[in-house]
């Protein structure tokens, strides 16, 4: 049984930082591509970051590149989304995901198999 627990969200003022955790646990995590997604009120649920078992391939959506930077710690099972220049329009609930296949190109939420249950994040402007 697979089970994905974020953390780290919270309450952050525009142009601050913040930065989510993912610990899996219950699977072989070293085998998985990870990616975060984020979904907002309203809102479909939206591909940010993936990175590949190796930590040798991450792939973006424009709208983050730049400021948001995924990476993992085999050793530790966890994923982790450093966060940069918060803006209001990044709140949202944010969900790491996992997928055993080996491509980072996974945009779209059926790719992945696992998924947490989410940490908010707001960003006040």
């Known amino acids: 049984h697979v089970q994905l627990v974020e953390s780290g969200g919270g309450l952050v003022q525009a142009g601050g930082s913040l930065r989510l955790s993912c610990a899996v646990s219950?699977?072989?995590?070293?085998?998985?591509?990870m990616g975060w997604f984020r979904q907002a009120p309203g809102k479909e649920r939206d591909f940010l970051a993936a990175?590949?078992?190796?930590?040798?391939?991450?792939y973006y959506a424009d709208s983050v590149k730049g400021r948001f930077t995924i990476s993992r710690d085999n050793a530790q099972n966890s994923v982790y989304l450093q966060m940069n220049s918060l803006k209001p329009e990044d709140t949202a609930v944010y969900y790491c995901?996992?997928?055993?296949?080996?491509?980072?190109?996974?945009?779209?939420?059926?790719?992945?198999?696992?998924w947490g249950q989410g940490t908010q994040v707001t960003v006040s402007s």
């Open positions: 995901a996992a997928r055993l296949l080996t491509s980072v190109a996974a945009r779209h939420p059926g790719e992945y198999a696992y």
């Open positions: 990175i590949n078992w190796s930590d040798r391939f991450t």
């Open positions: 219950g699977g072989a995590f070293s085998r998985y591509t």
